[in-house]
């Protein structure tokens, strides 16, 4: 059974700080892994999507990596701004056909 | 891009009612679509997944007599909570695909906030 965890669970910085967000998965038989963007009381807006070929994807301020082998990605914005505050959520969708999300990390951006 | 509009945004029932929740696709054919329940600091719940013309599949834990599934057409879905009780105050969220979802993102609603007092 995949199980995603996501570290930190909470994370401020001051705004201009470049910071990277931790998901780990215990399976890594994965089709993809998408990161998400949550903010209070809404749904969820898709960020980056790897495929399990891919090592890496690119969006702007945002880098995401993929290693299979060790199950680990990470988000890494760069010169964070107070509008990036929100939850950010990583994701594996597994041969089962189920996306299986992480806790998610809080990310507070100080101006 | 694609767009899922999820509806009502937010609800207050009492006890015992039943509550619909749509999920619609705008501007695509959702030939499956998920619906996930989340409680406040936790992570999205799969509860189950709906394919056009068939019945959902429930996850484990997920009652299936309780959390009625319809997607009737390629453009909407419904979830709706029956015999509501204050325990199944929670926050759902839908989501859909027209595509290979090993290939491409999922579309999600903007999430119903139900309150059953």
């Known amino acids: 059974k995949q199980e995603v965890t996501q570290i930190p669970a909470a994370l401020s910085v001051p705004e201009g700080e470049n910071l990277v967000l931790n998901c780990s998965f215990t399976?890594?038989?994965?089709?993809?892994l998408q990161w998400f963007r949550q903010d209070p009381g809404k749904g969820l807006t898709s960020l980056l999507l790897i495929q399990s070929s891919q090592r890496e994807q690119t969006s702007g301020r945002l880098n995401a990596s993929l290693d299979k082998s060790s199950g680990r990605s990470t988000l890494y914005i760069a010169a964070s701004q107070p509008g990036d505050s929100a939850t950010y959520l990583c994701?594996?969708?597994?041969?089962?056909?189920?996306?299986?999300f992480g806790q998610g990390t809080e990310l507070s951006v100080k101006p | 891009g694609a767009v899922v509009s999820q509806h009502p945004s937010r609800v207050i029932c009492k006890s015992g009612t039943s509550v619909k929740i749509e999920c619609r696709s705008l501007?695509?054919?959702?030939?499956?679509m998920f619906w996930y329940r989340q409680f406040p600091k936790q992570s999205l719940m799969l509860m189950a997944t709906?394919?056009?013309?068939?019945?959902?599949?429930?996850e484990q834990g997920v009652e299936k007599d309780k959390f009625l599934i319809n997607h009737a057409s390629l453009t909407l879905s419904t979830l709706t909570v029956t015999s509501a009780h204050p325990e199944d105050s929670s926050f759902y969220i839908c989501?859909?695909?027209?595509?290979?979802?090993?290939?491409?993102?999922?579309?999600f609603g903007n999430g119903t906030r139900l309150t059953v007092t």
């Open positions: 399976d890594s038989a994965i089709y993809n």
């Open positions: 501007d695509f054919q959702a030939t499956t």
């Open positions: 989501s859909a695909s027209s595509l290979d979802t090993s290939n491409s993102p999922l579309h």
């Open positions: 709906s394919n056009e013309g068939s019945k959902a599949t429930y």
């Open positions: 994701a594996t969708y597994n041969q089962g056909g189920k996306l299986i």
